[in-house]
């Protein structure tokens, strides 16, 4: 099955700064890949996806990159806010459908 | 309006007890989902459903058994309640079982003491 890893598991950054965080897939049949944020107590919900048809995407100061050649996607957050803080994490779906494979989660904390 | 909404949001119980978690989503999606999130914050799956059909069924105790009465429901009943149980279970849906992005409910935080 599919092996999703992610790095880093904390990140620190001060307010104003960019933040990336990295994921890695072994399924190169693996064609959907979403990032979904968790802030504290809450639900994950998607803020970005890219396809493997396509190696970046970008919405407003969120953008993420594609390698499908490496099997790794990155999210870049620009020009962080502490309302970033939360916990971020990678997924990777196949083709056949099955199901999300999650990364372990990247806890990011933006400094004022 | 909620599209996935889960109950108990809360869950305190004791060991050995049986207890139940309801999931509704009313975004007319095929596929649903129970997710675990332990304390590491991992999120697991547990099953998947495809209209009301079991697709997925990962290495978890036959403690825990789903049930989808339809497609818009899929509820998840637990038997003698562990300590390891503790975590918080979140419900899924996506429009089917390949395409679409993935809609969490709310989560259900259980803590069995």
């Known amino acids: 099955g599919e092996n999703v890893e992610q790095h880093p598991s904390t990140l620190s950054v001060q307010e104003g700064d960019s933040a990336v965080i990295k994921c890695t897939y072994s399924?190169?049949?693996?064609?959907?890949f979403p990032w979904y944020k968790q802030e504290l107590g809450k639900r994950p919900q998607l803020i970005i996806d890219i396809r493997s048809n396509v190696g970046e995407k970008k919405d407003q100061r969120i953008a993420v990159t594609l390698n499908k050649t490496a099997k790794h996607f990155s999210l870049h957050i620009t020009e962080t806010q502490p309302e970033d803080s939360a916990v971020y994490f990678c997924?990777?779906?196949?083709?056949?459908?099955?199901?999300?494979?999650f990364g372990t989660g990247t806890s990011l904390t933006v400094i004022p | 309006d909620t599209a996935v909404s889960q109950t108990p949001k809360y869950l305190v119980t004791q060991m050995g007890n049986d207890k139940s978690i309801k999931c509704e989503q009313n975004l007319g999606h095929d596929t649903m989902y129970w997710y675990k999130q332990d304390s590491k914050k991992f999120l697991k799956i547990m099953f998947s459903?495809?209209?009301?059909?079991?697709?997925i069924n990962e290495t978890v105790p036959n403690r825990f058994s789903p049930k989808s009465p339809d497609k818009a429901h899929l509820n998840l009943h637990i038997n003698s309640l562990e300590l390891g149980d503790s975590a918080v279970y979140f419900c899924a849906s996506s429009p089917d079982f390949l395409a679409g992005e993935l809609f969490f409910g709310e989560g259900s935080r259980l803590t069995v003491l």
């Open positions: 399924d190169s049949a693996s064609n959907y």
């Open positions: 459903y495809n209209n009301k059909e079991l697709i």
């Open positions: 997924a990777a779906r196949t083709n056949t459908g099955n199901q999300f494979y």
